[in-house]
Protein backbone atom coordinates (compact mmCIF):
# COMPACT_ATOMS: atom_id res chain seq x y z
CA UNK A 1 0.00 0.00 0.00
CA UNK A 2 1.72 3.43 -1.13
CA UNK A 3 2.12 6.26 1.24
CA UNK A 4 -0.21 8.27 -0.88
CA UNK A 5 -3.24 5.58 -0.61
CA UNK A 6 -2.50 5.73 3.41
CA UNK A 7 -2.57 9.78 3.60
CA UNK A 8 -6.07 9.55 1.63
CA UNK A 9 -8.17 7.23 3.47
CA UNK A 10 -11.52 6.46 1.69
CA UNK A 11 -14.37 8.50 3.86
CA UNK A 12 -11.70 9.89 5.81
CA UNK A 13 -14.60 11.70 8.31
CA UNK A 14 -16.87 8.68 8.43
CA UNK A 15 -13.42 6.40 9.39
CA UNK A 16 -12.13 8.81 12.33
CA UNK A 17 -15.72 9.11 13.81
CA UNK A 18 -16.80 5.01 13.97
CA UNK A 19 -13.19 4.84 15.38
CA UNK A 20 -13.54 7.51 17.91
CA UNK A 21 -17.09 6.10 19.14
CA UNK A 22 -15.34 2.43 19.28
CA UNK A 23 -12.62 4.26 21.31
CA UNK A 24 -15.57 5.65 23.65
CA UNK A 25 -17.36 2.51 24.20
CA UNK A 26 -14.46 0.57 25.70
CA UNK A 27 -13.13 3.91 27.76
CA UNK A 28 -16.99 4.50 29.06
CA UNK A 29 -17.17 1.13 30.43
CA UNK A 30 -14.20 1.31 32.11
CA UNK A 31 -14.65 4.43 34.12
CA UNK A 32 -18.54 4.24 34.47
CA UNK A 33 -18.20 1.27 36.62
CA UNK A 34 -14.89 2.16 38.87
CA UNK A 35 -18.03 4.56 40.30
CA UNK A 36 -20.36 1.05 41.29
CA UNK A 37 -18.14 -0.93 43.15
CA UNK A 38 -18.94 -0.24 46.86
CA UNK A 39 -22.90 -0.79 45.96
CA UNK A 40 -21.65 -3.92 43.78
CA UNK A 41 -19.55 -5.37 47.32
CA UNK A 42 -23.05 -4.63 49.23
CA UNK A 43 -24.94 -6.39 46.29
CA UNK A 44 -23.11 -9.61 46.60
CA UNK A 45 -21.68 -9.28 50.49
CA UNK A 46 -18.16 -8.99 49.25
CA UNK A 47 -15.15 -7.41 50.67
CA UNK A 48 -13.88 -3.86 48.65
CA UNK A 49 -10.67 -5.22 47.10
CA UNK A 50 -12.60 -8.54 45.98
CA UNK A 51 -15.23 -6.04 44.05
CA UNK A 52 -12.74 -4.56 42.18
CA UNK A 53 -12.41 -7.68 39.87
CA UNK A 54 -15.17 -6.77 38.82
CA UNK A 55 -12.48 -4.21 36.96
CA UNK A 56 -9.55 -6.85 37.10
CA UNK A 57 -11.10 -9.74 35.15
CA UNK A 58 -12.28 -7.74 31.88
CA UNK A 59 -8.95 -5.99 31.85
CA UNK A 60 -7.24 -9.20 32.45
CA UNK A 61 -9.40 -11.26 29.22
CA UNK A 62 -8.41 -8.07 27.04
CA UNK A 63 -4.96 -8.17 27.90
CA UNK A 64 -4.67 -11.91 27.31
CA UNK A 65 -6.60 -12.05 24.25
CA UNK A 66 -4.78 -9.02 22.34
CA UNK A 67 -2.62 -11.53 20.78
CA UNK A 68 -5.09 -13.40 18.79
CA UNK A 69 -7.08 -10.34 17.44
CA UNK A 70 -4.13 -8.85 16.33
CA UNK A 71 -2.93 -12.01 14.34
CA UNK A 72 -6.62 -11.64 12.78
CA UNK A 73 -6.57 -7.97 12.54
CA UNK A 74 -3.32 -8.23 10.53
CA UNK A 75 -4.37 -11.22 8.72
CA UNK A 76 -7.77 -10.11 6.80
CA UNK A 77 -9.57 -6.48 6.54
CA UNK A 78 -9.73 -5.09 10.10
CA UNK A 79 -13.02 -3.43 9.65
CA UNK A 80 -14.43 -6.65 9.49
CA UNK A 81 -12.38 -7.82 12.87
CA UNK A 82 -13.12 -4.56 14.52
CA UNK A 83 -16.70 -5.70 14.30
CA UNK A 84 -16.90 -8.83 15.38
CA UNK A 85 -15.24 -7.39 18.50
CA UNK A 86 -17.72 -4.63 18.77
CA UNK A 87 -20.68 -6.99 18.02
CA UNK A 88 -19.51 -9.11 20.87
CA UNK A 89 -18.96 -6.01 23.44
CA UNK A 90 -22.69 -4.95 22.84
CA UNK A 91 -23.71 -8.34 23.71
CA UNK A 92 -22.39 -8.77 26.86
CA UNK A 93 -23.25 -5.24 27.56
CA UNK A 94 -27.04 -6.12 27.21
CA UNK A 95 -26.93 -9.52 29.14
CA UNK A 96 -24.56 -8.82 32.39
CA UNK A 97 -27.67 -6.75 33.59
CA UNK A 98 -29.50 -9.98 33.67
CA UNK A 99 -26.83 -12.01 35.78
CA UNK A 100 -28.11 -13.56 39.34
CA UNK A 101 -24.84 -14.13 40.85
CA UNK A 102 -20.98 -12.67 40.86
CA UNK A 103 -19.99 -16.04 39.48
CA UNK A 104 -21.90 -15.25 36.16
CA UNK A 105 -21.76 -11.40 36.09
CA UNK A 106 -17.80 -12.02 36.24
CA UNK A 107 -17.91 -14.85 33.36
CA UNK A 108 -19.74 -12.06 31.13
CA UNK A 109 -17.62 -9.17 32.43
CA UNK A 110 -14.55 -11.98 31.07
CA UNK A 111 -16.44 -11.89 27.41
CA UNK A 112 -16.84 -8.24 27.47
CA UNK A 113 -12.88 -7.74 28.36
CA UNK A 114 -12.16 -10.25 25.45
CA UNK A 115 -13.85 -7.64 23.15
CA UNK A 116 -12.61 -4.63 24.63
CA UNK A 117 -9.22 -6.27 23.77
CA UNK A 118 -10.31 -6.77 20.21
CA UNK A 119 -11.61 -2.76 19.99
CA UNK A 120 -7.98 -2.02 21.35
CA UNK A 121 -5.85 -3.57 19.02
CA UNK A 122 -8.06 -3.49 15.31
CA UNK A 123 -8.65 0.33 16.25
CA UNK A 124 -5.44 1.30 15.56
CA UNK A 125 -4.43 -1.24 12.87
CA UNK A 126 -6.94 -0.04 10.95
CA UNK A 127 -6.42 3.80 11.30
CA UNK A 128 -2.43 3.02 10.75
CA UNK A 129 -3.11 1.43 7.69
CA UNK A 130 -4.93 4.39 6.37
CA UNK A 131 -2.57 7.20 7.45
CA UNK A 132 1.07 8.03 8.17
CA UNK A 133 2.35 8.25 11.67
CA UNK A 134 2.01 12.34 11.13
CA UNK A 135 -1.10 12.76 9.89
CA UNK A 136 -2.62 10.01 13.02
CA UNK A 137 -0.86 12.37 15.24
CA UNK A 138 -3.63 14.72 14.09
CA UNK A 139 -6.06 13.25 15.46
CA UNK A 140 -4.31 12.67 18.16
CA UNK A 141 -6.37 14.78 20.36
CA UNK A 142 -9.63 14.16 18.96
CA UNK A 143 -9.35 10.32 20.51
CA UNK A 144 -8.42 11.58 23.71
CA UNK A 145 -10.86 13.81 24.02
CA UNK A 146 -13.81 10.76 23.29
CA UNK A 147 -12.01 8.71 25.89
CA UNK A 148 -11.31 11.79 28.38
CA UNK A 149 -15.48 12.75 27.97
CA UNK A 150 -16.28 9.13 28.84
CA UNK A 151 -14.01 9.73 31.75
CA UNK A 152 -15.72 12.58 32.91
CA UNK A 153 -19.16 11.27 32.21
CA UNK A 154 -18.48 7.56 33.22
CA UNK A 155 -18.49 7.40 37.13
CA UNK A 156 -21.17 10.33 37.14
CA UNK A 157 -23.43 8.26 34.98
CA UNK A 158 -22.73 5.19 36.64
CA UNK A 159 -23.18 6.68 39.72
CA UNK A 160 -26.48 7.97 39.28
CA UNK A 161 -27.60 5.08 37.67
CA UNK A 162 -26.65 3.12 40.54
CA UNK A 163 -28.88 5.36 42.84
CA UNK A 164 -31.85 5.09 41.00
CA UNK A 165 -32.21 2.20 38.96
CA UNK A 166 -29.53 -0.18 40.22
CA UNK A 167 -25.79 -1.27 39.65
CA UNK A 168 -26.69 -3.81 36.87
CA UNK A 169 -28.01 -1.18 34.68
CA UNK A 170 -24.63 0.99 34.14
CA UNK A 171 -23.56 -1.90 31.83
CA UNK A 172 -26.34 -0.56 29.06
CA UNK A 173 -25.29 2.30 29.21
CA UNK A 174 -21.98 1.84 26.07
CA UNK A 175 -24.09 -0.23 24.10
CA UNK A 176 -26.01 2.10 22.17
CA UNK A 177 -22.50 4.01 21.10
CA UNK A 178 -21.33 0.12 20.10
CA UNK A 179 -24.57 -0.23 18.21
CA UNK A 180 -23.97 3.49 16.14
CA UNK A 181 -20.00 2.48 15.60
CA UNK A 182 -20.83 -1.04 13.99
CA UNK A 183 -23.61 0.91 11.35
CA UNK A 184 -20.45 3.59 10.57
CA UNK A 185 -18.02 0.60 10.22
CA UNK A 186 -20.53 -1.35 7.77
CA UNK A 187 -20.96 1.93 5.64
CA UNK A 188 -17.00 1.76 4.90
CA UNK A 189 -15.54 -0.17 1.73
CA UNK A 190 -12.86 -2.74 2.89
CA UNK A 191 -10.16 -1.01 4.79
CA UNK A 192 -6.37 -1.42 3.69
CA UNK A 193 -4.36 -4.30 4.35
CA UNK A 194 -1.01 -4.93 6.20
CA UNK A 195 1.29 -7.26 4.56
CA UNK A 196 -0.73 -10.59 5.84
CA UNK A 197 1.09 -12.83 8.06
CA UNK A 198 -0.15 -16.35 9.73
CA UNK A 199 -1.85 -16.22 13.06
CA UNK A 200 0.83 -16.87 15.97
CA UNK A 201 -1.91 -19.03 17.98
CA UNK A 202 0.29 -21.10 20.38
CA UNK A 203 2.31 -17.88 20.96
CA UNK A 204 -1.45 -16.23 21.41
CA UNK A 205 -2.52 -19.06 23.39
CA UNK A 206 0.57 -19.13 25.85
CA UNK A 207 0.23 -15.17 26.42
CA UNK A 208 -3.02 -15.99 27.83
CA UNK A 209 -2.20 -18.55 30.61
CA UNK A 210 1.24 -16.44 31.04
CA UNK A 211 -0.82 -13.04 31.76
CA UNK A 212 -4.02 -14.88 33.41
CA UNK A 213 -1.45 -17.27 35.57
CA UNK A 214 0.49 -14.59 37.00
CA UNK A 215 -2.85 -11.85 37.78
CA UNK A 216 -4.46 -15.15 39.51
CA UNK A 217 -1.21 -15.64 41.55
CA UNK A 218 -1.19 -12.27 42.68
CA UNK A 219 -4.27 -12.28 43.70
CA UNK A 220 -3.83 -15.79 45.42
CA UNK A 221 -0.89 -13.96 46.95
CA UNK A 222 -3.35 -11.31 48.74
CA UNK A 223 -5.51 -13.73 49.95
CA UNK A 224 -8.02 -13.67 47.90
CA UNK A 225 -8.03 -16.99 46.42
CA UNK A 226 -7.76 -20.29 47.96
CA UNK A 227 -3.98 -22.03 48.19
CA UNK A 228 -4.72 -24.87 45.80
CA UNK A 229 -5.77 -22.14 43.15
CA UNK A 230 -3.59 -19.73 43.66
CA UNK A 231 -0.51 -22.63 43.26
CA UNK A 232 -2.07 -24.20 40.16
CA UNK A 233 -2.33 -20.55 38.45
CA UNK A 234 1.56 -19.80 39.89
CA UNK A 235 2.64 -22.90 38.04
CA UNK A 236 0.88 -22.67 34.89
CA UNK A 237 2.25 -19.10 34.40
CA UNK A 238 6.09 -20.57 35.04
CA UNK A 239 5.15 -23.80 32.50
CA UNK A 240 3.42 -21.66 29.57
CA UNK A 241 6.60 -19.04 30.59
CA UNK A 242 9.08 -21.11 29.06
CA UNK A 243 7.80 -22.24 25.07
CA UNK A 244 6.77 -18.62 25.09
CA UNK A 245 10.17 -17.20 25.49
CA UNK A 246 11.59 -19.86 23.28
CA UNK A 247 8.68 -18.95 20.38
CA UNK A 248 10.16 -15.49 20.89
CA UNK A 249 13.63 -16.21 20.28
CA UNK A 250 12.94 -18.70 17.43
CA UNK A 251 10.88 -15.61 15.27
CA UNK A 252 8.26 -16.52 12.80
CA UNK A 253 4.99 -14.51 14.43
CA UNK A 254 6.09 -13.61 17.99
CA UNK A 255 3.63 -11.91 19.39
CA UNK A 256 5.92 -9.46 21.32
CA UNK A 257 8.42 -8.68 18.69
CA UNK A 258 9.79 -5.57 19.67
CA UNK A 259 13.31 -6.25 18.72
CA UNK A 260 12.50 -6.43 15.21
CA UNK A 261 10.11 -3.34 15.49
CA UNK A 262 12.25 -0.56 16.93
CA UNK A 263 14.86 -2.23 19.13
CA UNK A 264 15.46 -0.86 22.51
CA UNK A 265 13.03 1.96 22.18
CA UNK A 266 9.69 -0.62 21.63
CA UNK A 267 10.89 -2.17 24.76
CA UNK A 268 11.35 0.45 26.85
CA UNK A 269 7.86 2.32 25.61
CA UNK A 270 6.21 -0.96 26.51
CA UNK A 271 7.73 -0.79 29.93
CA UNK A 272 6.02 2.86 29.70
CA UNK A 273 3.30 1.31 28.86
CA UNK A 274 2.69 -0.79 31.44
CA UNK A 275 3.72 0.97 34.60
CA UNK A 276 1.67 3.93 33.30
CA UNK A 277 -1.27 1.99 32.61
CA UNK A 278 -0.64 0.84 36.30
CA UNK A 279 -0.75 4.01 37.83
CA UNK A 280 -3.84 5.08 35.84
CA UNK A 281 -6.59 2.91 36.29
CA UNK A 282 -5.34 1.72 39.37
CA UNK A 283 -5.57 5.42 40.95
CA UNK A 284 -8.84 5.65 38.88
CA UNK A 285 -10.60 2.63 41.00
CA UNK A 286 -8.89 3.93 44.34
CA UNK A 287 -10.08 7.11 44.37
CA UNK A 288 -13.75 6.40 43.65
CA UNK A 289 -13.63 4.03 46.23
CA UNK A 290 -11.85 6.93 48.74
CA UNK A 291 -14.47 9.79 47.92
CA UNK A 292 -17.26 7.07 48.40
CA UNK A 293 -16.52 5.58 51.87
CA UNK A 294 -13.46 7.81 53.11
CA UNK A 295 -15.44 11.13 51.98
CA UNK A 296 -19.06 9.96 52.32
CA UNK A 297 -19.83 10.64 48.50
CA UNK A 298 -22.43 9.43 47.15
CA UNK A 299 -21.99 7.65 44.24
CA UNK A 300 -23.13 10.65 41.96
CA UNK A 301 -20.79 13.10 43.71
CA UNK A 302 -17.85 10.70 43.73
CA UNK A 303 -17.96 10.27 40.06
CA UNK A 304 -18.23 14.38 40.02
CA UNK A 305 -14.71 14.21 42.20
CA UNK A 306 -12.99 13.00 39.64
CA UNK A 307 -13.57 15.89 37.07
CA UNK A 308 -10.32 17.52 37.90
CA UNK A 309 -8.06 14.41 36.97
CA UNK A 310 -9.68 14.37 34.06
CA UNK A 311 -9.53 17.59 32.90
CA UNK A 312 -6.00 17.57 33.20
CA UNK A 313 -6.40 14.36 31.21
CA UNK A 314 -8.36 16.61 28.63
CA UNK A 315 -5.61 18.90 28.83
CA UNK A 316 -2.53 16.91 28.41
CA UNK A 317 -3.51 15.05 25.74
CA UNK A 318 -4.98 17.53 23.49
CA UNK A 319 -1.60 20.01 23.72
CA UNK A 320 1.01 16.60 23.21
CA UNK A 321 -1.30 15.95 19.94
CA UNK A 322 -1.57 19.42 19.05
CA UNK A 323 2.64 19.51 19.15
CA UNK A 324 3.16 16.84 17.93
CA UNK A 325 1.25 17.79 14.51
CA UNK A 326 2.84 21.01 14.16
CA UNK A 327 6.58 19.98 15.26
CA UNK A 328 7.29 16.03 15.33
CA UNK A 329 8.41 16.38 18.55
CA UNK A 330 7.13 14.59 21.55
CA UNK A 331 9.49 13.53 23.96
CA UNK A 332 9.88 16.66 25.39
CA UNK A 333 6.38 17.06 25.97
CA UNK A 334 5.66 13.43 27.48
CA UNK A 335 8.78 13.46 29.24
CA UNK A 336 7.36 15.98 31.47
CA UNK A 337 3.67 13.70 31.70
CA UNK A 338 5.60 11.57 32.86
CA UNK A 339 7.33 13.43 35.97
CA UNK A 340 3.80 15.14 36.74
CA UNK A 341 2.43 11.96 37.15
CA UNK A 342 5.25 11.15 40.15
CA UNK A 343 4.48 14.15 41.48
CA UNK A 344 0.84 13.62 41.59
CA UNK A 345 0.97 10.27 43.01
CA UNK A 346 3.22 11.61 45.52
CA UNK A 347 0.92 14.05 46.45
CA UNK A 348 -1.65 11.66 46.49
CA UNK A 349 0.13 9.47 49.41
CA UNK A 350 0.63 12.57 51.51
CA UNK A 351 -2.47 14.15 51.45
CA UNK A 352 -5.26 11.16 51.26
CA UNK A 353 -6.04 11.34 55.35
CA UNK A 354 -6.57 15.23 55.39
CA UNK A 355 -8.54 15.29 52.77
CA UNK A 356 -9.17 19.20 51.18
CA UNK A 357 -8.49 20.81 48.50
CA UNK A 358 -4.96 19.33 48.25
CA UNK A 359 -6.20 16.19 47.02
CA UNK A 360 -7.54 17.91 44.12
CA UNK A 361 -4.48 19.48 43.30
CA UNK A 362 -2.66 16.14 43.49
CA UNK A 363 -5.70 15.18 41.34
CA UNK A 364 -5.10 17.69 38.44
CA UNK A 365 -1.48 16.75 38.37
CA UNK A 366 -1.75 13.38 38.32
CA UNK A 367 -4.49 13.80 35.54
CA UNK A 368 -2.24 16.24 33.41
CA UNK A 369 0.84 13.48 33.53
CA UNK A 370 -1.40 10.21 32.40
CA UNK A 371 -3.28 12.31 29.86
CA UNK A 372 0.54 13.12 28.44
CA UNK A 373 1.07 9.43 28.73
CA UNK A 374 -1.88 8.12 27.04
CA UNK A 375 -2.54 4.88 25.20
CA UNK A 376 -3.18 7.20 22.05
CA UNK A 377 0.27 8.95 22.96
CA UNK A 378 1.79 5.13 23.11
CA UNK A 379 0.84 3.73 20.05
CA UNK A 380 1.58 6.89 18.05
CA UNK A 381 5.75 7.01 19.18
CA UNK A 382 5.36 2.60 18.98
CA UNK A 383 4.27 2.93 14.85
CA UNK A 384 6.89 5.84 14.46
CA UNK A 385 9.61 3.69 16.03
CA UNK A 386 8.21 0.07 14.50
CA UNK A 387 7.49 1.38 11.25
CA UNK A 388 4.67 1.14 9.05
CA UNK A 389 5.59 -2.70 8.04
CA UNK A 390 5.23 -3.70 11.73
CA UNK A 391 1.96 -1.51 13.16
CA UNK A 392 0.20 -4.63 13.89
CA UNK A 393 3.61 -5.85 16.11
CA UNK A 394 3.34 -2.73 17.76
CA UNK A 395 -0.12 -2.19 18.33
CA UNK A 396 -0.38 -5.68 20.12
CA UNK A 397 2.36 -5.12 22.10
CA UNK A 398 1.11 -1.32 23.52
CA UNK A 399 -1.86 -2.68 23.82
CA UNK A 400 -0.74 -5.69 25.89
CA UNK A 401 1.23 -4.22 28.58
CA UNK A 402 -1.14 -0.72 28.82
CA UNK A 403 -4.60 -3.85 29.66
CA UNK A 404 -1.47 -5.71 31.20
CA UNK A 405 -0.32 -2.33 33.73
CA UNK A 406 -4.13 -1.51 34.61
CA UNK A 407 -4.93 -5.47 35.63
CA UNK A 408 -1.57 -5.29 37.75
CA UNK A 409 -2.73 -1.94 39.15
CA UNK A 410 -5.82 -2.37 40.21
CA UNK A 411 -5.25 -5.56 41.89
CA UNK A 412 -2.51 -4.45 43.39
CA UNK A 413 -4.14 -1.42 44.60
CA UNK A 414 -6.63 -3.69 46.21
CA UNK A 415 -4.45 -6.27 47.67
CA UNK A 416 -2.34 -3.09 49.49
CA UNK A 417 -5.61 -2.01 50.99
CA UNK A 418 -6.86 -5.21 52.10
CA UNK A 419 -3.85 -6.41 53.76
CA UNK A 420 -3.19 -2.91 55.36
CA UNK A 421 -6.82 -3.26 56.80
CA UNK A 422 -6.33 -6.95 57.67
CA UNK A 423 -3.04 -6.08 59.53
CA UNK A 424 -4.92 -3.58 61.80
CA UNK A 425 -7.65 -5.54 62.73
CA UNK A 426 -9.93 -3.63 60.56
CA UNK A 427 -13.18 -5.75 58.86
CA UNK A 428 -12.84 -5.47 55.30
CA UNK A 429 -16.85 -5.40 54.38
CA UNK A 430 -17.09 -2.35 56.34
CA UNK A 431 -14.14 -0.08 57.19
CA UNK A 432 -13.60 3.05 58.79
CA UNK A 433 -13.67 6.57 56.53
CA UNK A 434 -10.28 6.96 58.78
CA UNK A 435 -8.93 3.28 57.83
CA UNK A 436 -9.64 3.25 54.57
CA UNK A 437 -8.18 6.59 54.40
CA UNK A 438 -5.30 5.90 55.77
CA UNK A 439 -4.95 2.75 53.60
CA UNK A 440 -5.28 4.52 50.21
CA UNK A 441 -2.63 6.70 51.28
CA UNK A 442 -0.20 3.88 51.81
CA UNK A 443 -1.19 2.34 48.54
CA UNK A 444 -0.31 5.64 46.49
CA UNK A 445 3.01 5.80 48.16
CA UNK A 446 3.55 2.02 47.03
CA UNK A 447 2.51 3.84 43.67
CA UNK A 448 5.54 6.12 43.04
CA UNK A 449 8.31 3.36 42.47
CA UNK A 450 5.63 2.39 39.33
CA UNK A 451 5.80 5.84 38.10
CA UNK A 452 9.41 6.30 38.80
CA UNK A 453 10.00 3.33 36.34
CA UNK A 454 7.72 5.17 34.02
CA UNK A 455 9.74 8.37 34.11
CA UNK A 456 13.35 6.38 33.95
CA UNK A 457 12.10 4.73 30.15
CA UNK A 458 10.56 7.27 28.71
CA UNK A 459 13.84 9.67 29.67
CA UNK A 460 15.71 6.75 28.19
CA UNK A 461 13.83 6.63 24.60
CA UNK A 462 15.19 7.87 21.45
CA UNK A 463 13.78 11.40 20.57
CA UNK A 464 13.54 11.40 16.60
CA UNK A 465 10.85 13.37 14.87
CA UNK A 466 7.68 11.99 13.32
CA UNK A 467 7.99 10.47 10.28
CA UNK A 468 5.62 12.55 7.40
CA UNK A 469 5.72 9.27 5.26
Known amino acids: MTASARRHPARPSLLIASLILATFVTAVTSTSIVAVLPA????????????????????????????????????????????????????????????????????????????????HVTTQVVIAAAMSPRERSRYLGH??????????????????ITETLGWQYVFLIPAPFGVLAVIGLLALPRSPLLRPQSAPLMSALLLAIVS???????EWAGGGLDGLAGIVAAVAAVLALVPLLLLQHRGGWPVLAYRREGGRGIGLLGLASLTSGAVFLGALVLLSQYFQISQRQSAFDAGISLVPMVAGTVLAATLIGAIATRTGRWKESVLASAALTLVGVVALGLTLPQGGWLVYLGMTLLGIGVGGMSPQTHLLIAHHLGGAEHVGFSSALIAFTRNLGSAVGVATGAIVVGVLLTSWGIDQLTPSPESFAAASSITFLCMSPIAAIALACVALLPGSRLRDE
Request: no cysteine; hydrophobic share 60%.
Open 143 to 160: FAVAAALSTISGPSIGGL
Open 212 to 218: TGALLSL
Open 40 to 119: VSASFQITQPQSAWLVTTAVLAATASLGAWSAMARGTDGRIVLLIALSLFVVTAVAIPFADDWATTLVLRALQGMSIGGV
